[in-house]
C-alpha cells in the first residue's frame, strides 16, 4: 500500500508538471506556471485557509507568490509529492522562506538536516547563519553558531561583521565564559563595535563591564584602551580602567576559559622538580625514575 500511495503521488505530480487537470496560474517573482488548488491546499493549511475563504485568490483562480522564485516553489512541491531531497547550498535560505511562508515544517526539518550535515560555518557567514537559525527555531544550528563565536571570535574580530552585530547579540557573544581566546581579543572586538555603531556612554559601560579587564595585557590597556575616544568620553569607563591598573598584579593575558591544572611537586635524589598535569591528562614538566608524586 505504502508503494501504491507514493506512485499516486508521483503521478500527481507529474500530471502538475505537464500542466493537465490544474485550475490555478501561479505568478511567481521570476515566472509563471500553472497548479492544482486542492494540491496546494492538500499540502498546506496556508493554502486551504485562502482557498476555502473569500480571499481573491478564492475568486480569480490566480496566485500571486511575489517573494517566491518559480525554481523554489517547483522544488518545494516536488519534494513534498515526492519524497526527494533537492535542498542546497544554493537554495537552502529560499526554501527555508518559503516553508515558513507556506508552514510546511516537513521541508523546513529538510532544511534543518541538510544544515547540520553540511553547513561550514566561517567567520565571514556564522553571524548570519545565527540569525537565521534563531529565526526558524533551528536550536541545534544556533547552537554551533554560538559556539563558534567563542572558539573563533578572533577570526570573526578581523571580519567587517564584527560592527553589525546588535546591541544584544554583542553582550551575548561577549558575555560568555567559554571564551577560548585571550581577553585582549574580546576588548579589541568590544572597541571595534564600539567605535563604529557609537552607542550612548551608558552601553559603553555595561560593555566595559563584560569584559574582563582584569586578565587584559595591562600594556594593551594603555597603549589601545585608555587614550582612546570611547574612554575619553567617559567618565565611568575611565574609573573602571583605572581601578583596573591601579590593581594590576603582573598577570599575563589569558582567556576566561582556562583548563584545571593539577600541580605536584617530584622529589628524586634530594631534588624537587614541580611539574603538573592538565586536564586533558597531559604531563608537563620535569619527571624521572623512581620519583614519586606529592599533590600540593
Given amino acids: 500500500m505504502d508503494n501504491a500511495q507514493a506512485q499516486l503521488l508521483v503521478n500527481i505530480h507529474e500530471e502538475i508538471t505537464k500542466g493537465t487537470f490544474t485550475d490555478l496560474q501561479i505568478i511567481c517573482k521570476d515566472g509563471t506556471t500553472t497548479g492544482s488548488r486542492i494540491v496546494l491546499a492538500a499540502m498546506s493549511s496556508y493554502f486551504r485557509a485562502m482557498f476555502s475563504s473569500d480571499m481573491a485568490e478564492s475568486q480569480t483562480g490566480v496566485l500571486n507568490l511575489p517573494t517566491m522564485s518559480l525554481s ?17 547550498e544554493t537554495n537552502c535560505v529560499q526554501v527555508m522562506d518559503a516553508a515558513e511562508m507556506m508552514q510546511l515544517d516537513h521541508i523546513k526539518d529538510i532544511c534543518d538536516i541538510f544544515l547540520k550535515e553540511s553547513l561550514v560555518l566561517t567567520a565571514e557567514n556564522c553571524l548570519n547563519w545565527w540569525r537565521l537559525s534563531k529565526l526558524y527555531n533551528f536550536h541545534d544550528l544556533s547552537n554551533r553558531s554560538l559556539s563558534y563565536f567563542t572558539d573563533k571570535f578572533p577570526d570573526f574580530v578581523e571580519t567587517e561583521n564584527v560592527v553589525h552585530l546588535s546591541k544584544e547579540e554583542l553582550m551575548e557573544i561577549i558575555s560568555k565564559e567559554e571564551m577560548t581566546c585571550t581577553e585582549d581579543i574580546i576588548l579589541k572586538g568590544a572597541m571595534k563595535w564600539i567605535q563604529y555603531n557609537n552607542p550612548d556612554q ?3 559601560k555595561l ?19 585608555v587614550f582612546s575616544d570611547t574612554v575619553c568620553k567617559n567618565k565611568s569607563v575611565q574609573e573602571i580602567i583605572q581601578k583596573v591598573l591601579r590593581s594590576y598584579r603582573g598577570v599575563t593575558t589569558r582567556s576566561r576559559f582556562s583548563p584545571e591544572i593539577s600541580v605536584f611537586v617530584l622529589h628524586h635524589n634530594n631534588t624537587s622538580l614541580l611539574s603538573c598535569f592538565t586536564s586533558d591528562n597531559k604531563w608537563g614538566g620535569g619527571g624521572g625514575g623512581g620519583a614519586f608524586l606529592q599533590r600540593q
Fill in 72 to 88: 523554489v516553489l517547483q522544488a518545494i512541491i516536488k519534494m513534498y509529492l515526492c519524497g526527494v531531497n533537492l535542498v542546497n
Fill in 202 to 204: 551608558d552601553h559603553v
Fill in 207 to 225: 560593555i566595559f563591564e563584560n569584559v574582563r579587564l582584569d586578565i587584559v595585557d595591562s600594556q594593551f590597556l594603555i597603549d589601545e584602551v
